[in-house]
RNA sequence: CGGGGCGUAGCGCAGUCUGGUAGCGCACUUGACUGGGGGUCAAGUGGUCAGAGGUUCAAAUCCUCUCGUCCCGACCA
């Protein structure tokens, strides 16, 4: 490609609204212009990492033998209906009607349509297990869309949907998956950990996150440092730690006016927050308040809150004036010293003895409180974040907390949506049974946004080579007034191209060092610089994008020298 | 949905408080010089000051409403 034909359009300043450093180089080195909140169209330089992430995805998900089709983005209400998800969905489904005024919605994935084809053409189980793939536009319909590509409503992924006779071939196909997606995110160059998650609304039962690490990631991860437990925070557990010591303090009431926050009764009566308690209270299923008591300093984990016994799912937080009246007093002042609604107390703080909590009466707290003896029965769960030093949970070393960006996601999923759309096949006894599905997402276009995280620097992107909107630039000084140069530039070029190189020459009538600065921008792992002074000695200058170095090669290996890089 | 910010040329911004000719830098066009790290000089192009209504002799500026956009929170496959 010749840069006088192709758009070149990076800028100097990016937009004010661009927050995290990916959002700004792709902005800055012209990959995706923004049409709207959470809209971006891809510009060609764009469209070509696109193309080279799927073409890996689609060659890793062949070779797992996945069959690609495609389906429709527009969905009608009816079969959401019936999954039950048009309710369930909320207002991140973008809803409208057509002419007829029938309903319809933009598809945020394709688990509906995908079993009615299943349901469809597969009668048998001879023809399981059976996986199908597309790489496909998705709208949703963000509460809050950010970071460029990372969280826009409109997004390319690659989602595939299993279907099996059992559970035992649905886990199996669930490995194989696994590692494809390894073998993807291998070779998309990604430093990346597949963790534990929750299976979230889309429900199920095992399920994988696939994490690139980078301090901008949205989500938690936590690790062991002594074995290989990883985990989504949603998910990482904490353990129970035994009975509490016996008690040494009596229960005293301490005068705390105005005081309402953990930091504020800490300060007041001059202790740790591991020494209080904090008390939450959430919706029960049944109008009822049921109080959520973590240590002071811990953070509620709201996915594992709302599966305990009793609960709302999802969580609802109670209203202050329900509080008022029910308990009689404001947030800031409740306590477990008699409390007369169910009581679910963590693991860490039903741990704790001669701790702090409030009275259930504005302006006044309990010091010396102990469980046994001035609490009615708790139940002791995990309800907590886990957080960094906590014990893993497989028992082996302590966990260490990082942040992530979601690229990929594994669900297993059963027979959720195959019971309620009525997806059977005929098994081997002739009796028809429910298909096991799984399902796989990759997120496409946020792939290149975590990569651009994790490879930058102050001059621009630093493109993994499988990825990299070209292999090599040809950065030619004086194209268009030396006639030697342009000479051995444009041989230089149908060489490559000869190659198979995925080659740039910039042929513009710019200065070196704009075409040394775009060329750093955009991340092109390889460039060969031509001028007169290398034309004299018969030699070419060569320099990485990874490396700061430059080193001189002659001009006739100047091709083969590149292929060997490429290899 | 709640709280906060912003909206002036393609991009980054000043001007708004205190009403009176719409500005700066980058980019873009033309020319000259220059030619290995976003160069210099000169001359240009480009704006319903987000929109609507109001106050006023006069509104980018004051008032009201609407829209867009970003941040924090709640939400999230």
């Not at 990604?190 to 989500?219: K, M, T």
């Not at 302590?398 to 959720?416: A, N, S």
Request: charged content about 25%; glycine content about 6%.
């Amino acid at each position: 490609m010749k840069s006088s034909d192709f758009l070149i359009s990076t800028v100097k300043e990016a937009p004010n609204d661009a927050q995290i450093i990916s959002h700004q180089l792709m902005i800055r080195a012209g990959l995706i212009s923004k049409l709207a909140s959470g809209l971006y169209s891809y510009l060609p330089i764009g469209l070509k990492i696109i193309q080279k992430v799927e073409k890996i995805i689609r060659q890793e998900m062949n070779k797992s033998k996945a069959l690609e089709l495609l389906m429709p983005v527009a969905q009608p209400a009816e079969l959401w209906q019936e999954s039950k998800r048009w309710e369930e969905y909320g207002p991140e489904l973008l809803r409208f009607k057509d002419r007829h005024e029938r309903d319809f919605c933009m598809g945020p994935t394709h688990e509906e349509v995908i079993t009615t084809i299943a349901k469809q053409y597969i009668r048998s189980y001879k023809q399981l297990p059976i996986n199908f793939y597309q790489i496909q536009t998705k709208f949703r319909d963000e509460i809050r869309p950010r970071f460029g590509v990372m969280r826009s409503r409109e997004f390319i992924m690659k989602d595939a949907y299993s279907f099996h006779i059992d559970k035992k071939s649905l886990g199996e196909t669930y490995q194989v998956m696994h590692q494809t997606y390894c073998n993807i995110f291998d070779r998309l160059g990604l430093d990346y950990r597949p963790v534990l998650a929750d299976s979230g609304a889309i429900g199920g039962d095992s399920s994988h996150e696939f994490h690139v690490l980078a301090e901008s990631g949205e989500d938690a991860i936590c690790f062991s440092d002594d074995s290989s437990y990883a985990a989504n925070i949603e998910r990482a557990e904490t353990l129970p730690q035994g009975e509490p010591n016996a008690p040494k303090q009596e229960l005293e009431i301490a005068h705390t006016p105005g005081v309402k926050t953990i930091d504020d009764v800490c300060n007041l009566l001059k202790i740790s927050p591991k020494k209080s308690i904090k008390t939450l209270i959430v919706e029960g299923t049944d109008d009822n308040l049921i109080a959520l008591v973590l240590r002071g300093d811990h953070e509620l984990n709201e996915v594992k809150a709302a599966k305990l016994d009793g609960v709302k799912n999802p969580l609802q937080m109670a209203e202050e004036t329900k509080v008022l009246k029910q308990l009689g007093c404001s947030f800031g002042s409740i306590g477990v010293v008699n409390l007369d609604i169910p009581i679910f107390v963590d693991y860490a703080a039903a741990h704790l003895s001669d701790f702090v909590c409030g009275s259930n009466k504005d302006d006044e707290h309990y010091i010396g409180v102990n469980w046994q003896r001035d609490s009615k029965k708790i139940v002791a769960s995990d309800i907590r974040n886990v957080v960094a030093g906590d014990p893993s949970p497989d028992g082996k070393g302590k966990i260490e907390i990082k942040r992530g960006i979601e690229v990929g996601h594994i669900f297993q999923l059963g027979t959720k949506y195959s019971d309620s759309m009525n997806a059977n096949v005929i098994g081997e006894d002739g009796r028809a049974v429910y298909m096991n599905m799984g399902c796989y997402g990759i997120g496409v276009t946020r792939i290149i946004a975590a990569s651009i995280e994790q490879n930058n620097d102050d001059r621009g992107i630093i493109f993994p080579q499988a990825i990299a909107p070209f292999e090599l630039v040809i950065v030619p000084i004086n194209y268009n007034k030396s006639s030697r140069v342009k000479a051995l530039a444009d041989q230089l070029y149908m060489d490559c191209i000869e190659q198979n190189i995925d080659v740039l020459i910039d042929d513009r009538k710019e200065r070196p060092g704009i075409m040394f600065a775009d060329s750093e921008l955009l991340g092109i792992p390889h460039r060969l610089v031509i001028s007169d002074t290398h034309a004299d000695n018969g030699k070419i200058e060569y320099k990485s994008r990874m490396h700061p170095d430059k080193v001189e090669i002659d001009f006739k290996e100047a091709v083969s020298f590149i292929v060997d890089k490429l290899d």
